[in-house]
């Protein structure tokens, strides 16, 4: 089992940047990994997902899509979360989570919180 701890979120301006990290407390090149936020009030959502690494194929939302890049550095067990030309609507809470590719339970981190606001 591995731990997922995720970082590098923040207050930015729209239009900024914003790359955000998730680090794995063991190998995870046998896993998917990906990222969802919540707003409050609101339902939990996808946002980008990346294969494990033997396919490293790549998913995104239709909000993230051009915006958004999520990528891998299995030498380090992290996952991260470009994220550009952020807007408001990009405001909340950012989870990661990997998945292994035996199981289907999800192992989620704590979140990290990102404010875009002028």
């Known amino acids: 089992q591995v731990q997922v701890v995720e970082s590098g979120g923040g207050l930015v301006q729209p239009g900024g940047s914003l790359k955000l990290s998730c680090a794995a407390s063991?190998?995870?090149?046998?896993?998917?990994l990906g990222w969802y936020r919540q707003t409050p009030g609101k339902e939990r959502e996808f946002v980008a997902s990346?294969?494990?690494?033997?396919?490293?194929?790549?998913i995104y939302s239709d909000s993230a899509e051009g915006r958004f890049t999520i990528s891998r550095d299995d030498t380090k067990n992290t996952v991260y979360l470009q994220m550009n030309s952020l807007k408001f609507e990009d405001t909340a809470v950012y989870f990661c989570?990997?998945?292994?590719?035996?199981?289907?339970?999800?192992?989620w981190g704590q979140g990290t919180q990102v404010n875009v606001s002028s």
């Open positions: 989570y990997a998945l292994p590719s035996w199981g289907s339970t999800r192992y």
């Open positions: 990346i294969a494990r690494a033997i396919a490293n194929n790549t």
């Open positions: 063991g190998s995870i090149f046998d896993y998917a």
